[in-house]
């Protein structure tokens, strides 16, 4: 029973395993399937692909899900902010809550019942992988989240750079963020899309203000939201748009050289657990270890003898 166990414990975990770095590489198989075979042909068969049917599985799970109306809210937001924006990514998130807990709660049951540990916490821990595989979810967004905005930070010099040359080169606001949007494509993908969207709202027919206000709601940066703030007030003022800009990046250099200064004040702090509980005692074994060896094999036998 235990070699049993022990083998399907391995196909499981050769499984995900497999289907992680499948989902990895195949993030968007659809868009991959159009650039190599080109466009569908009316009343031509659509080419399929497994993980597009995975996909669907797991759209078709979270359907079914129950959800509370608050998480909802908070999980599409936090979808959005990751790069998430389909309309069915709630509902695939769902879905690959479902399926991780329910696999690690059967994972976890048949590791207990297959090697014949069963006690009185059996129950607990099967909850408790349950547990883990639908907050693990939350978790993998949220890094995601945290990942990209930390990539529209790392972006926003350039492009305010960016802005303020295109902008004084005789352009408007809205052909500018187009312009910066496709000379970041490469360099700063995530401030390019986020512009790139903007553009595309503004240019659907919504109010540049709204536009502007969903861009610093969509992001949740806050060096974002102070510029939509700028921008809105010098829309809405008429102040020049090209000094503006420029006072806002000399603003965000500050903010930046302070922010780094104040980081490299926190060093000392940060370095003294590090150096307490890794370097002090190589130290101490370096210094004082030949001394007590030399203690223990010298002196202590005399001492004893005696």
Known sequence: M???????LLFVI????????????????KAAL??????????????????LSFRDMLQKIGNVVPQNPTDVTIHHRRLITAGFRGPHALKVFYGAKAILSLTLALLSAGLIFGFEVQSEMSLFQILAAFFVGWTLPNFMVSRMASRRQKGLRKGMPNALDMLVICVESGLGLDQAL?????ELRHAHKEISDEFA????????????????????ERTDVDELKKLVSVLVQSDRFGTSISQTLKNFSDFMRVQMR??????????????VFPIFFFILPSLFVVT????????????LPALLGS
């Open 258 to 271: 302070q922010d780094a200064e104040e980081k490299a004040a926190k060093i000392g702090v940060k370095l």
């Open 14 to 29: 050769i499984s995900v395993l497999m289907g992680a770095v499948g989902f990895k590489f195949w993030v968007q198989p």
């Open 34 to 51: 159009e650039r190599v075979v080109g466009e569908v042909e009316f009343g031509r068969q659509e080419v399929s692909h497994p993980s």
């Open 197 to 216: 969207i903007l553009n595309l709202e503004i240019r659907a027919g919504k109010r540049r203000a709204d536009a502007l206000h969903h861009l610093g």
């Open 2 to 8: 235990s070699a049993l166990a022990l083998s399907i």
């Open 178 to 182: 187009m312009q910066v949007a496709k």
């Open 288 to 299: 004082v270890g030949p001394m007590i060896v030399r203690v223990t094999r010298d002196f």
